[in-house]
């Protein structure tokens, strides 16, 4: 798991760069409360003092006349009521944020403590905090613990040093983030609404309230009755996003498991909710505005095909976070990690892929969607390339307009260079097939998804120096030849402009 491109500064101040810009000793006065602590370099010169924040076992963290300082425990000596026993560091990593997607808190912890060997004390009550100890000698190592806010009051508690990561389905571009796990955005109704399906743009008009009755999309002639969640929530805020607007809410709710229950009671209701907390509602299906069926299979959302795939974020602050939070984030991209996350409901991020010839309807689709015979040599050419290929679940998409990564998509990067390193690839030969929506001149198309690939492998190459080239991928370009979905609308242009990856059995030396 990686961090995506969008990383601040550490606003913390290392010992080395306060050792330059001192010439004095500089000490706390001497009437100092009980979580005052006075840092002194080993050989005498430097000292500061201030109120004790934390310590993880290798940095200091204190609030100083300078600010917030970040010391190397091994280059000083703490004096002081306050400083800890340097034997057995207690990490306190607090986590705040989206209380539904925090169901994938416990089952994560505790997927990380089997794997570091550790005991697990699970609290009777939701707001204690959660233990990690260490075997035999019971001590505490580390407490978690998880406090529900809405989305900016998280993020202003990350900011204050109130909290150390947040849990979100909405990131902001000036916000470091991992992407967690994936979770998909579904229209549910009750289960006796026989509607066969709902188009995005339909979708998208009755959130906005431009239809308010189901006769106007192939229903009976009655009202349609949005449900959605209290403003407020995180799943909201993604929504009004995607939208472009606040949702339309006819009957609000506090959170999912409300939302999905009143949605079956009631035959007229639509509402959105993530694909893990359907519950007893029915999901929907939802085609685009040619009739291209989106389907939100775990396949679908971690290669992004489904439109309304949500990542699930873990926001991280602009400051060295205690070790074991940080070893905690590495964990995230282990396979127990996945697999808890897997078993909680959500779209896991482990590597997979699935023969190309299962991708009949989108060869349909192809076929379908050609101008004239013209086309017929590029189809012919992706048919063959197809034919005893696979396809990862791993895409690669964009930023509107732009050549650069997605969030979701950078974080498949990083999770690809680090495959390729372990050799974990070693028997296959891959491609980085482009693709791209369709302008209407068959050669432009063709250019431009050659492009998007080439792209994607020269931000690839960097992350792993030492591969042996022939363990890179190839690139090929098949212009708007495999359309995802429909051409005509924004979101269907951004499905169309990809970049995904083939596998073939790599050749015999």
Not at 1 to 11: F, I, L
Not at 17 to 23: Q, W
Not at 44 to 49: D, M, R
Not at 197 to 202: E, F, K, M, Q
């Amino acid at each position: 798991m990686t961090r995506a491109g969008r990383q601040g500064k550490d606003t913390g101040r290392a010992w080395p760069a306060f050792a330059l810009c001192s010439a004095l000793i500089l000490f706390w006065p001497a009437t100092a409360s009980a979580q005052d602590i006075t840092l002194t370099s080993r050989d005498g010169a430097l000292a500061v003092s201030g109120q004790f924040t934390s310590y993880d076992g290798e940095f200091f963290r204190l609030t100083s006349e300078f600010g917030p300082l970040t010391i190397a425990a091994e280059s000083v000596v703490c004096d002081g009521p306050a400083c800890p026993d340097m034997t057995a560091p207690k990490a306190l990593i607090r986590l705040t944020g989206d209380g539904e997607a925090a169901q994938l808190l416990p089952p994560l912890i505790a997927a990380f403590a089997r794997a570091r060997g550790f005991d697990l004390r699970v609290p009777a009550r939701a707001d204690a905090p959660t233990l990690l100890l260490q075997k035999g000698s019971q001590i505490v190592l580390a407490e978690f613990t998880f406090t529900p806010r809405a989305p900016e009051t998280a993020r202003s508690a990350m900011a204050d040093l109130t909290a150390d990561l947040v849990v979100a389905r909405f990131a902001p571009l000036d916000s470091p983030a991992e992407v967690l796990a994936l979770d998909a955005l579904i229209p549910i109704v009750a289960t006796g609404n026989l509607l066969p399906r709902i188009s995005t743009a339909d979708l998208a008009a009755a959130l906005a309230g431009d239809i308010q009755n189901w006769q106007d999309i192939g229903g009976p002639d009655m009202p349609l009755v949005v449900h959605g969640l209290d403003q407020g929530s995180d799943l909201a805020a993604a929504l009004a996003a995607r939208l472009g607007q606040t949702p339309r809410a006819d009957e609000t709710h506090p959170d999912l498991l409300k939302l999905a229950a009143a949605v079956a009671r009631d035959p007229w209701a639509l509402a959105v909710t993530g694909r893990a907390s359907a519950g007893a509602a029915r999901a929907l299906p939802l085609a685009d505005s040619c009739g291209f069926v989106l389907n939100p299979s775990p396949q679908s959302v971690k290669s992004e095909d489904y439109p309304l795939t949500l990542p699930i974020y873990l926001l991280t602050p602009q400051r060295r976070l205690p070790l074991m939070a940080r070893e905690f984030l590495e964990f995230i991209a282990h396979p127990a990690a996945q697999a808890a996350i897997a078993q909680a409901g959500y779209v896991a991020r482990n590597f997979e892929s699935a023969p190309l010839a299962n991708d009949g309807a989108r060869l349909i689709n192809a076929l379908i969607a050609a101008p004239d015979e013209s086309a017929l040599p590029l189809l012919q050419r992706l048919a063959a390339a197809m034919d005893g290929a696979e396809r990862a679940a791993m895409t690669f998409r964009f930023e509107d307009g732009t050549s650069d990564l997605d969030v979701i998509s950078q974080s498949n990067l990083a999770a690809l260079a680090r495959l390729i390193a372990a050799g974990e690839l070693a028997d296959k030969a891959l491609i980085l097939s482009g693709f791209t929506s369709s302008t209407g001149d068959a050669d432009a198309d063709y250019t431009t998804s050659e492009d998007l690939a080439a792209s994607v492998l020269a931000a690839l190459q960097p992350m792993a120096p030492d591969v042996d080239a022939k363990y890179w991928p190839s690139i090929d370009a098949f212009g708007a030849a495999l359309p995802m979905a429909c051409d005509t609308t924004g979101a269907g242009k951004r499905l169309n402009r990809r970049v995904e990856l083939w596998l073939r059995p790599a050749p015999l030396p």
